[in-house]
């Protein structure tokens, strides 16, 4: 079974700094993926970044990067010069990729509520 | 514009009563999945469909069902059944391979009265 742990429920940080959100996952799948996933307040889930189990490179989205060490199954968010609107509840996820085509069970972490400050 | 469509927004609902919420998609999306989200909490798994008129229980399945008529359509509908109904649900979808990367629609609350 999959497993996400991300143990910081909330974080304050000033408005143009850079912030990590911390995600460790557990999974005996030897290939998967780790999603980001930004929640507003509105509700909306709304998807960030991916990053796969065999990619030899971090992921970056624009001002989003996925700090992805896989011996220590971490995988934490990085969000660069961060702005007000970033101000939202962060979750990170994982899907086995399993050769079987079709729908794939995503599991979720708790979630970090980031709060940036002007 | 491509994506998904929730409706309704808010939803009331008396003890008892069985209420069906909407989910419709434009991506060609093969795969359907709903979600329970509780106050504070991350997603679970209601159910989740691969193709038209199949469908599999995820982890909180109990006092909820679905069906899967077309390939755009994902209704899910609370029955009595459902113990604790009051919740925030989401819809997503996605390809059935590949990064399997969901996408999601706006949600709707349910509150019971």
């Known amino acids: 079974a999959q497993k996400i742990t991300q143990t910081q429920p909330g974080m304050f940080v000033q408005e143009k700094e850079a912030v990590t959100l911390d995600c460790t996952y557990d999974t005996s799948d030897p290939s998967y993926g780790l999603f980001w996933y930004k929640q507003p307040s509105s509700g909306e889930m709304i998807f960030l970044i991916y990053?796969?189990?065999?990619?030899?490179q971090n992921a970056t989205e624009g001002r989003y990067s996925l700090n992805f060490q896989k011996a220590r199954k971490s995988a934490n968010l990085v969000i660069s010069a961060s702005q007000l609107g970033d101000s939202a509840m962060y979750f990170c996820a994982m899907i086995p990729r399993r050769r079987i085509q079709g729908a794939q069970k995503l599991v979720f972490g708790q979630g970090t509520r980031l709060t940036i400050n002007p | 514009d491509g994506g998904i469509t929730q409706s309704p927004k808010y939803l009331f609902r008396k003890e008892g009563q069985n209420v069906t919420l909407s989910c419709e998609q434009n991506?060609?999306?093969?795969?359907m999945y709903w979600y329970r989200q509780d106050p504070g909490q991350g997603l679970r798994l209601i159910y989740y469909?691969?193709?038209?008129?199949?469908?599999q229980k995820g982890d909180i399945a109990e006092g909820y069902s679905v069906s899967r008529e077309k390939k755009e359509s994902f209704p899910l509908t609370v029955t009595s059944a459902q113990k604790n109904p009051t919740a925030f649900y989401l819809c997503?979808?996605?390809?059935?391979?590949?990064?399997?990367?969901?996408?999601f629609g706006p949600g709707t609350r349910l509150t019971v009265l």
């Open positions: 991506l060609n999306h093969d795969a």
């Open positions: 469909s691969q193709i038209v008129n199949d469908f």
């Open positions: 997503a979808s996605s390809v059935a391979g590949g990064r399997y990367t969901q996408y």
């Open positions: 990053q796969g189990s065999y990619d030899q």
